[in-house]
Structure formats: C-alpha cells, structure tokens
C-alpha cells in the first residue's frame, strides 16, 4: 500500500523503544519531507525488526543505534548503523545467506537460525531494492537497503 515512509519509521523506532534494553540508545536521522513509497507494511516492519534485533543482539557493549534514511532522489536509502563487534569483510556477503551465521561460538550463546537477513535480503528485493553490508571488524555493522519513491507528481520533470 502507498505509505509515507518518514511516518511509518518512526513509529516503527517508537515500538522497539518501549521494550530495548536500557544501555542502548537509538539515535534517529530522518529528514523532515515527506517520501512515499508502495510497501507491503507487515514485510517491511519484518525487514525493519529483523536489522534493528541484529544491531541490539551483537552489540554486545551496547552503545548507540543509528537509524538513517537519506533521499536519493529516485528512492530512499535506509541505513542500520551499530558499534557492535563487526563482521569479517570476506564474511559481508555471506550474512545474507540462508543459515548462515558468522562466529560459532557467539552466535550459539546469543542464538538464533540463520534466517533474518536472507528473509530480509527477499522482502527487500520484492519491493525492487537492494541490500548490502558494511563493516570494520572491532567497530560495527552497517546495513544498507533501498526502496523506490513514488512518483510524487505525474507529469512532472519529463
Ligand atoms: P536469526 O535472525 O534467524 O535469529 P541470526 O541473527 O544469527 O539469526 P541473521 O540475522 O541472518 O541470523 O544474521 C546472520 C549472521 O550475520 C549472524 O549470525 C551474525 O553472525 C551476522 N550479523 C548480522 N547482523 C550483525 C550485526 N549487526 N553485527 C554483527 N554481526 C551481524
Ligand atoms: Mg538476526
């Protein structure tokens, strides 16, 4: 359904607010227009769930959550940033693989199957976007996606 994207991310921050753990913050960096896009709401809170649960989860230090969405003009990108421990670079693409999961040893204590990123990785490709992973071992983990916007004006710049 048409959705103002800025409304709707907000509201998503706001739930997890009520029930994160107290040490770690969420810093939001959203503009101020308003940018629609055509989502399938319940698909992108599980994309939003599933990035926001893994920057809780694998900081284990705690420290700041950022949540950024710049305009790109022809869409939006949305990034995920934590000061987490990071993800090996020849491990960045992998993340997005079905059952996989980087670190045995954490990932057994801190649980979990594998799965969030590779459902993420579909939903978000099923909106026509695209996915990727940033990262500096020792200093944190970013994720990136796209969504198109909406033609605001019909007619309008062609
Ligand atoms: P599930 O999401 O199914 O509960 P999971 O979190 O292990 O399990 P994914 O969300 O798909 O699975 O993530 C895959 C792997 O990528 C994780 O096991 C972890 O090793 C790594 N990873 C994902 N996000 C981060 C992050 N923010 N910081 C560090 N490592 C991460
Ligand atoms: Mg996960």
Do not use: C
Not at 73 to 100: C, M, N, P, T
Not at 153 to 158: D, T
């Amino acid at each position: 359904e048409r959705t103002e994207f800025i409304t709707y991310f907000h509201q998503v921050i706001d739930r997890f607010e009520m029930h994160i753990p107290e040490h770690i913050e969420l810093v939001r960096e959203l503009p101020k227009g308003k940018f629609n896009v055509w989502i399938d709401k319940d698909k992108m809170t599980q994309v939003l769930d599933n990035i926001i649960s893994n920057a809780i989860k694998y900081s284990p230090e705690g420290g700041k959550i950022q949540l950024k969405v710049e305009n790109k003009r022809h869409y939006l990108q949305v990034s995920i940033r934590d000061e987490g421990l990071g993800i090996a670079y020849d491990k960045l693409e992998k993340i997005f693989e079905r059952f996989y999961r980087a670190d045995r040893a954490r990932s057994r204590k801190l649980g979990g199957t594998g799965l969030g990123l590779a459902i993420s990785k579909e939903l978000v490709e099923a909106h026509h976007g695209r996915i990727w992973a940033r990262s500096k071992e020792g200093r944190g983990t970013t994720i990136i996606f796209t969504l198109p916007l909406m033609n605001q004006k019909r007619g309008y710049n062609r």
